[in-house]
């Protein structure tokens, strides 16, 4: 069979190795032909496609990025999109499509499942924010770049007494927040999931202080104030209606210096946490992913979306893996607000 390969949404530590595994194993074990899309669903929409062979995936196992590139392009959001998509998997003769993508990229391909193609769903996002799944690849490299950024920043605050926000990743849900900051010992973790008080903000920060160490504050940039107290920059919305976030690591270090006195810096992240080589725990699950969603191509299990339960991976209706987001329970965020101030 000829099955087409996409990968969709922001880009993520080990796309790369999931198409690895697909393409390995469909061609050695089951004999398939696979087409590379580009792009995303601008690929099958604009038949922006190439030959996706062994050769094609050699060494790109420890590669960040995506060799098929990936956009945010959505097909339900163009005049006449799905019969752009049909009519691009029939010029290159494809019969099934494992796409690769967040909640974005897996809501089109449900919807592309129940208007009749033949679609099989790979999760990634770094911010671990699928439901359905308990982890996602991509999440563990940007948690340990953050930590280690975290790490840096201590020595040079505590040089200067300064305060430092880091500003993370994580536009609904704060696991990177979370997870980056228990790692790094953050003296306050901020998530969207829980709105800020900024006056407690402060006072962790002074309590901090005086215990003569300098306050490091993760903020998720998703995270807001309550009740509207600090303004926040708003955006542009991309093809899906997300708005393009960044600031709130700036505003709460102005905040805070303006509160407190005391001298504070904000560094923001950004895209630094997708980029690079995955860790080897993302390798590994991406490339069991990647094995697990050519069977599923293999056995006809269209609509489905490989998934990680405990250690075992399954397959999840993707209806039922973009229902909705998984955030961080209130109780993982008390477990981190025992070492706040
Ligand atoms: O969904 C992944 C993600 O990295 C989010 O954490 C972030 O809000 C968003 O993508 C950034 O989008 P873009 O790549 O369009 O700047």
């Given at each position: 069979m000829r099955i087409g390969v996409l990968t969709g949404g922001g880009d993520c530590p080990g796309l790369n190795a999931v198409i690895r595994a697909v393409v390995r194993k469909g061609v050695s074990e089951y004999g398939h032909e696979f087409v590379g899309f580009r792009d995303g669903w601008r690929g099958p929409m604009e038949g922006l496609a190439g030959p996706l062979g062994i050769e094609q995936v050699r060494g790109i196992l420890p590669r960040g990025g995506t060799i098929l590139g990936t956009s945010r392009t959505n097909p339900y959001k163009v005049e006449g999109g799905f019969g752009k998509v049909e009519a691009g998997l029939k010029q290159h003769g494809v019969e099934a499509l494992i796409a690769i993508g967040g909640e974005d990229t897996l809501g089109v391909a449900r919807r592309l499942h129940e208007d009749g193609l033949r679609v099989v769903g790979v999760p990634k996002t770094i911010?671990?924010?699928?439901?359905?799944?308990?982890y996602t690849f991509g999440f563990d490299t940007a948690v340990n770049i953050a930590m280690e950024a975290i790490d840096r920043l201590h020595t040079t605050a505590e040089s200067h007494h300064r305060a430092l926000v880091v500003e993370v990743m994580g536009r609904h849900a704060g696991w990177i927040a979370l997870h980056a900051g228990m790692a790094g010992g953050a003296n306050v973790i901020l998530v969207p999931e829980q709105p800020f008080d900024l006056a407690a903000v402060c006072q962790w920060v002074e309590r901090r202080f005086e215990t003569h160490y300098s306050p490091i504050v993760v903020v998720a940039e998703g995270a807001t104030p309550k009740e509207g107290t600090m303004a926040l920059a708003t955006g542009e919305l991309d093809a899906f209606g997300h708005v393009r976030l960044g600031g709130v690591g700036q505003m709460l270090a102005d905040e805070i210096e303006r509160v407190t006195g005391k001298e504070s810096r904000a560094v923001v992240l950004g895209h630094v946490q997708r980029g690079g080589t995955p860790t080897a725990f993302d390798r590994v699950l991406a490339t069991r992913f990647g094995l697990a969603a050519i069977d599923a191509v293999q056995a006809g299990a269209y609509g489905q979306m490989v998934a990680l339960r405990g250690t075992d991976i399954v397959r999840v209706p993707l209806a039922e893996a973009t229902a909705e987001l998984k955030t961080v329970p209130v109780e993982r965020y008390q477990e981190a607000e025992v070492f706040f101030g």
């Amino acid at each position: 069979m000829r099955i087409g390969v996409l990968t969709g949404g922001g880009d993520c530590p080990g796309l790369n190795a999931v198409i690895r595994a697909v393409v390995r194993k469909g061609v050695s074990e089951y004999g398939h032909e696979f087409v590379g899309f580009r792009d995303g669903w601008r690929g099958p929409m604009e038949g922006l496609a190439g030959p996706l062979g062994i050769e094609q995936v050699r060494g790109i196992l420890p590669r960040g990025g995506t060799i098929l590139g990936t956009s945010r392009t959505n097909p339900y959001k163009v005049e006449g999109g799905f019969g752009k998509v049909e009519a691009g998997l029939k010029q290159h003769g494809v019969e099934a499509l494992i796409a690769i993508g967040g909640e974005d990229t897996l809501g089109v391909a449900r919807r592309l499942h129940e208007d009749g193609l033949r679609v099989v769903g790979v999760p990634k996002t770094i911010d671990n924010d699928l439901a359905a799944t308990d982890y996602t690849f991509g999440f563990d490299t940007a948690v340990n770049i953050a930590m280690e950024a975290i790490d840096r920043l201590h020595t040079t605050a505590e040089s200067h007494h300064r305060a430092l926000v880091v500003e993370v990743m994580g536009r609904h849900a704060g696991w990177i927040a979370l997870h980056a900051g228990m790692a790094g010992g953050a003296n306050v973790i901020l998530v969207p999931e829980q709105p800020f008080d900024l006056a407690a903000v402060c006072q962790w920060v002074e309590r901090r202080f005086e215990t003569h160490y300098s306050p490091i504050v993760v903020v998720a940039e998703g995270a807001t104030p309550k009740e509207g107290t600090m303004a926040l920059a708003t955006g542009e919305l991309d093809a899906f209606g997300h708005v393009r976030l960044g600031g709130v690591g700036q505003m709460l270090a102005d905040e805070i210096e303006r509160v407190t006195g005391k001298e504070s810096r904000a560094v923001v992240l950004g895209h630094v946490q997708r980029g690079g080589t995955p860790t080897a725990f993302d390798r590994v699950l991406a490339t069991r992913f990647g094995l697990a969603a050519i069977d599923a191509v293999q056995a006809g299990a269209y609509g489905q979306m490989v998934a990680l339960r405990g250690t075992d991976i399954v397959r999840v209706p993707l209806a039922e893996a973009t229902a909705e987001l998984k955030t961080v329970p209130v109780e993982r965020y008390q477990e981190a607000e025992v070492f706040f101030g």
